[in-house]
């Protein structure tokens, strides 16, 4: 249940509205909102619950009070309209903008790092990826770097000036990851590791959640939603791909995600076509499509060697493809009216 005050409502009635809410035992959660304050009722509601709807529709600078069947609240598009946007430094994330964010698959070395960093920044990219802590379908695989690895991330940051996001795989990192990174990445496993999301939830900090391959958009939505209730609003979903019939590509790159998540959210959605696609060939025309769905960004991996990386080497794009791509993404973004960092002139 969202309840929708008048433009005019004093903060007297704000007040009283929360108070009834509270001896109704929920929990109130007040959107700033620009135009107008929205609180949202958050708590399990029974039916004798909701029938308080109409209670709290006649309380003095009520307009109206909406209900929302959906079992999440914060993450509700009705929670707050206007749509969230994520300030990292100088880089916005929502509202518009279309954020790219790209790197290497993990973080192998200074040079390498370093390396790409440079490159994605010249070809117009806004915040630097790479893994530290990866999670391998394979203990014998390369495991990240850890801690070496994220001052590598850090070493980037200070040269290029670019924010940098890196995944968190366990509590007990939280807090060394969340030192470096600008943003944290919950990866796709993790997506319903409720106690790792309510870790970050207590966290002053972005969090980029992505898909679970297995998830439905509700899963999606309630593991944000793990994540806002415990205070932390700055949250940006990430759409991956996700497990179907279909092994032509390691994933199926669900763009319907786009514009139902817009529809039911207003939480930022970005899209990841390089592990939906497994394959560097398929990534730009992905990412295109990401971009006309309504996107509010892109997570693309990026390596300058890609036969030598050390994970997802067949998916990362050379520099000089993802100029290209960042080029076209840039006509495509003036095309329909959206703002993009332009790539430096040639
Ligand atoms: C990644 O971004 O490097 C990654 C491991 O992605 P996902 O969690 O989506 O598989
Ligand atoms: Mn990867």
């Known amino acids: 249940m969202v309840i929708i005050m008048e433009l005019e409502a004093t903060a007297a009635e704000v007040n009283a509205v929360i108070e009834e809410i509270e001896k109704a035992g929920f929990r109130a959660f007040v959107n700033p909102g620009v135009e107008r304050k929205v609180i949202a009722l958050l708590g399990a509601m029974d039916i004798q619950k909701a029938q308080l709807a109409d209670h709290f529709a006649a309380l003095p600078g009520v307009e109206r009070v909406t209900r929302i069947s959906a079992p999440y609240k914060l993450v509700a598009h009705a929670t707050r309209p206007e749509g969230t946007q994520i300030q990292i430094g100088d880089v916005t994330i929502g509202g518009g903008t279309l954020t790219i964010i790209a790197g290497p698959c993990s973080v192998e070395s200074p040079e390498q790092t370093l390396e790409t960093a440079r490159l994605i920044k010249a070809a117009g990219a806004n915040m630097l990826r790479g893994g530290a802590f990866k999670p391998r379908t394979s203990p014998y695989s390369f495991q ?60 002053n900090k972005p969090v980029l959640l992505k898909r679970g391959p297995g998830s439905r958009i509700q899963d999606f939505l309630m593991a944000a939603e793990y994540i806002m209730v415990e205070g932390n609003h700055q949250v940006a979903l990430c759409e991956r791909g996700i497990t179907t019939f279909e092994d032509a590509t390691r994933y199926t790159l669900d763009i319907s995600a786009v514009p139902v998540i817009k529809h039911l959210s207003h939480l930022p959605i970005l899209v990841d076509p390089s592990h939906s696609a497994g394959e560097w060939r398929y990534v730009a025309p992905l990412a295109m499509a990401a971009i006309a769905a309504g996107a509010d960004g892109l997570l693309v991996e990026v390596h300058p060697n890609p036969a030598a990386a050390l994970s997802d080497g067949p998916q990362a794009l050379k520099p000089e493809r993802f100029r290209a791509l960042v080029a076209d993404i840039a006509r495509m973004a003036k095309a329909l009216g959206r703002t993009v960092s332009l790539p430096p002139e040639e």
Do not use: S
Not at 147 to 161: D, F, N, S
């Open 144 to 203: 990240g770097l850890g801690k070496q690895g994220l001052e590598i991330l850090a070493e980037a940051r200070a040269e290029t000036g670019l924010p940098i996001v890196t995944e968190v795989m366990d509590i007990e990192d939280v807090e060394l990851v969340a030192e470096y990174a600008d943003m944290l990445q919950i990866g796709a496993r993790n997506m319903q590791n409720y106690r790792l999301l309510q870790r970050v939830g207590r966290l």
